[in-house]
């Protein structure tokens, strides 16, 4: 017996700390929404972007655009069309990819490559010996490649408007201290299934609450990896691309903010990608997010909290580069929770009050960061949006206890090989 109450007692401080966890969490996603809800009642935003810099044609910039792939195949060749059809002065758009493809992906982009020179375009199907860095190498190598002053990242599968670069760059040119220009992204294949809803109503969530509210706020907010524009001074200021972390983007973002630039968040034009069409490549991808996000924590948290940063700024930053902590923390708050009821006698009585209450904070936050994108976005009725959120807690709650594990161990310095996420062309 005093063994049994013992064994509670030590699970009950795990739950405890676990919620706790959350708690710190689900309150930044609490002061996001409060934000919202102070611009709504008073009619203004907190903060704006300059407005964008009137620049003659000629006058303009020469921007790199930077395509990773990796056995990406018939994609490979319909990203470079796009890269092409980008509205930009012809002389001054360079457009390279960066293969480090193994199958016949290398062929085809080579063909499409040749064709689009023939056009008159400026295309470099840049090929390395080895895929050392992964997508931080691969990006590292095409800069020094190029000296164009902007540099625009394009994940394989995101299909930006033509007139992307006009209605960004003129933004990015008009703040001297911007490094960085973050567009919204959109999914072309949301609608395809449960899971890509599910995951349209969470991206909506990111980019329209949390990655725009944070820039009205002045938070530190993270660069995504595609859709977005660097300006290459910035890039060289914070260090360049390293691939210290699965989440190079991120990493890069923090160096960027700790040596002085900041970055900008437009709504529109958003760029629209694609997601994973199959639980176990969604689940790939939140592994490599959630390690990258942690090896990211190990590497520059420290200097966060030792840099000149308001309070304020630093706990933001912090509740960004943590926020991957929640899968963790739902993991063993529900591991915890479950051996604490049989250790009860299987009474869960005693810890009903708080289920009750982060019942209460999840749908707060659910229902606090997606409804209103799903509202201003024009995602669907009320019922599907419904339909939709509540599939939502499940799958976190899945994903939680399949990559805590692998989380924990690189909290522990385990370091992961980067894998890709399998995405399927579209068939429309």
């Known amino acids: 017996m005093i063994v049994i109450e013992f064994l509670r007692f030590v699970f009950e401080i795990i739950l405890t700390l676990a919620i706790l966890g959350l708690l710190f969490v689900g309150g930044s996603f609490l002061w996001l929404i409060a934000i919202n809800i102070i611009e709504l009642v008073t009619g203004s935003r907190w903060r704006v972007p300059l407005p964008p810099a009137r620049i003659a044609d000629a006058d303009l910039p020469h921007v790199l655009v930077q395509i990773p792939a990796f056995n990406e195949g018939e994609m490979t060749a319909d990203s ?14 360079h457009i390279q990819l960066l293969d480090d493809s ?16 023939a056009e008159g375009f400026d295309v470099v199907h840049l090929r390395r010996a080895n895929r050392n860095g992964y997508k931080a190498g691969a990006l590292a190598a095409g800069l020094a490649q190029s000296d164009a002053p902007i540099i625009a990242m394009l994940d394989i599968d995101f299909r930006p ?74 890039v060289n200021e914070a260090g360049g691309w390293s691939a210290d972390s699965l989440c190079e983007d991120l990493d890069l973002t923090v160096r960027a903010e700790l040596t002085g630039w900041h970055g900008i968040f437009l709504m529109e034009p958003p760029v629209p990608g694609l997601v994973p069409e199959r639980v176990r490549h969604w689940r790939v991808q939140q592994r490599r997010w959630s390690n990258g996000f942690v090896e990211v924590a190990r590497k520059l948290l420290s200097r966060v909290w030792a840099s000149d940063w308001t309070l304020g700024g630093k706990f933001s930053a912090s509740a960004l580069i943590l926020i991957q902590a929640f899968y963790p923390c739902a993991a063993v708050a529900t591991v915890s929770f479950l051996i604490c009821v049989v250790l009860n006698n299987f009474d869960p009585r005693p810890y009903l009050p708080v289920l009750g209450f982060m019942a209460v904070l999840i749908t707060l936050v659910a229902v606090g960061m ?33 990559n805590a594990p692998s989380i924990v161990q690189t909290i522990f310095g385990r370091r992961e090989t980067f894998k890709r996420t399998p995405k399927a062309k579209p068939t429309s």
């Open 161 to 234: 408007p033509r007139s992307w670069l006009r209605a960004t760059v003129p933004f990015l040119l008009a703040d001297p201290h911007a490094g960085f220009l973050q567009s919204r992204c959109e999914f072309s294949n949301y609608r395809t299934n449960w899971l890509t809803r599910a995951q349209g109503l969470l991206l909506d969530a990111h980019f329209a609450m949390e990655q725009a509210t944070r820039y009205r706020a002045g938070w530190l907010f993270q660069f995504n990896g595609t859709g977005g524009l660097w300006r290459r001074e910035a």
């Open 370 to 402: 997606t409804f209103m994108p799903y509202l201003i976005l024009r995602r669907g009725t009320l019922w599907e949006y419904l339909k939709t959120v509540t599939s939502v807690p499940p799958l976190m709650v899945y994903v939680s206890l399949s």
């Open 102 to 117: 193994t199958d016949e992906t290398s062929a085809l982009a080579d063909y499409v490559a040749q064709e689009l020179r």
């Open 80 to 93: 470079l069309r796009a890269a092409a059809n980008l509205d930009w002065p012809r002389e001054k758009l």
